[in-house]
């Protein structure tokens, strides 16, 4: 905007008069002395208001001033070590916008379901701004990465006729003339369309899974990459899978390490993430929680202490492959060696965050294709279409899909899924 700076500007700007328009983020006085914080959503500076340099009328101003009361701010950046973002501001005027009355959330500790009711302002927070950066990072590092590798964006629809993930987590709502429809789970089988029509795709969009567990990884609308690429195995995808990985951790490391900072993320942990990724067969893994004393029986999907057991073992992300076709999804392709198993990946991330990555190879044949879609009791009317993708040059074709939020949630270092997308839904969470 003509005639402002924002904050994360204002080391090209040192010994200068400038503009900052901002909200105050807290304050402090002493005698003849305050410290206001402003924030301007680029960042925070503190400045120094001296009585005797300002007019009495401003100084009366700012001793009135409260949390969130909006300002534009003028003042002198001056370069001070000790100052958080590096800089401190010498004011020299303060014109108030609006005075906030009684701003819900102060610097006292408040609950987590009254911060989650006040996410709308909660948003404010150096905490939570610093996950959403970092989110908004990785967003972009996806998006370079495929579109630097030719990969070509083909969204893909939410209204869907039918399930992609199983039946048991899908959001029905009303079409017209009495048809059902049903937010997409995935943008996998429309990827396997566009993918033979443009070789290597990627979707990157809003998915939802109507999921009743009430845990820290899930949401039941959340944010879905996934590449699709014709011609390749799953040897070829767990290979993409880590060079994206690594891409992406190597993205935020670079230009996101104030955030990871407040965050009080130990990089150390990050910094050693490079390809090779372990790879551990299924069989393997169930031999590994056999012998960890596990409640786990073979044949069955890995649940969350499962993950957390085997993701411990490792300073990288863990690439397990070749579950058992009954716990996977229909599409599979069935490993050539155990018919009973699928060419399928989980990618668990270190420090016992689990899966962020799903993807395998698909199912080339159509006839097995018929065969599972009716094993898994799913309308073969709804998929024709998907099955003409069989009949009209087939071929082997592999891709995967990563959750932006549970990516972020490693990366930051945080508990919870529920603080990295701006909105988030869940079970009992529709609002605001
Ligand atoms: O493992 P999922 O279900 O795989 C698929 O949907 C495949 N069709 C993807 C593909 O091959 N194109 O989901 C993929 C990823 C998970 O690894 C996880 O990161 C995330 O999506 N995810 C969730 N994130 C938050 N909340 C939930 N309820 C999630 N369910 C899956
Ligand atoms: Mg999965």
Redesign the pocket.
């Known amino acids: 905007m003509k005639g402002q700076v924002y904050i994360s500007d204002v080391a090209k700007h040192v010994g200068e008069e400038i503009t900052i328009k901002g909200w105050l983020y807290n304050i402090r006085s002493s005698g003849k002395l305050m410290f206001p914080q402003l924030r301007d959503g680029s960042g925070i500076i503190q400045g120094v208001v001296f009585k005797k340099n300002i007019p009495e009328s401003v100084w009366e101003a700012c001793k009135n001033l409260t949390q969130e009361s909006a300002l534009i701010v003028k003042g002198t950046p001056r370069a001070d070590e000790r100052a958080p973002g590096g800089f401190e501001l010498d004011v020299t005027d303060v014109e108030v916008i609006q005075v906030a009355h009684d701003y819900p959330i102060t610097p006292k500790e408040h609950g987590i379901e009254f911060l989650m009711d006040h996410r709308h302002l909660w948003l404010r927070s150096r905490r939570q701004h610093s996950i959403l950066k970092v989110r908004a990072e990785i967003i972009r590092a996806v998006r370079d990465f495929f579109d630097d590798r030719d990969f070509t964006l083909c969204d893909t629809p939410i209204f869907t006729p039918a399930a992609?993930?199983g039946t048991t987590?899908l959001f029905e709502c009303d079409y017209f003339d009495d048809e059902k429809a049903y937010l997409t789970?995935?943008?996998?089988?429309y990827?396997e369309a566009t993918a033979m029509a443009f070789g290597k795709v990627y979707c990157f969009g809003p998915?939802f899974?109507a999921?009743k567990?009430k845990t820290r990884?899930?949401?039941?609308e959340?944010w879905?990459v996934?590449?699709?690429i014709a011609y390749a195995t799953l040897e070829d995808v767990m290979e993409l899978a880590e060079n994206f990985i690594t891409f992406i951790v190597q993205r935020v490391l670079e230009r996101r390490k104030e955030e990871l900072k407040v965050l009080e993320r130990d990089i150390s942990k990050l910094e050693n993430i490079a390809p090779p990724f372990p790879r551990l067969h299924y069989n393997d893994a169930a031999k590994m929680l056999k012998e960890g004393g596990l409640a786990f029986e073979y044949g069955g999907d890995l649940g969350a202490p499962d993950e957390t057991f085997l993701s411990e073992k490792y300073d990288k992300p863990l690439m397990v492959h070749r579950y058992p076709a009954p716990v996977k999804?229909f599409?599979m392709e069935p490993d050539p060696v155990d018919q009973n198993l699928s060419l399928s990946v989980?990618?668990l991330a270190p420090e016992g965050y689990g899966?962020?990555?799903?993807?395998?190879q698909r199912m080339v044949s159509l006839d097995k294709l018929r065969e599972r879609i009716a094993e898994h009791n799913l309308p073969e009317s709804a998929f024709d279409w998907y099955l003409d993708l069989r009949k009209y040059g087939s071929v082997p074709h592999?891709?995967?899909?990563?959750?932006?939020?549970?990516?972020v949630t490693w990366l930051c270092g945080i508990e919870h899924?529920r603080e990295t997308i701006p909105f988030p839904r869940m079970l009992y969470r529709l609002k605001p």
């Open positions: 992609c993930e987590t789970q995935s943008g996998q089988l990827n998915t899974r999921e567990s990884r899930h949401l039941t959340f879905m996934e590449p699709e999804a599409y989980d990618i899966e962020i990555i799903g993807g395998g592999s891709g995967f899909g990563m959750g932006i939020e549970r990516c899924v």
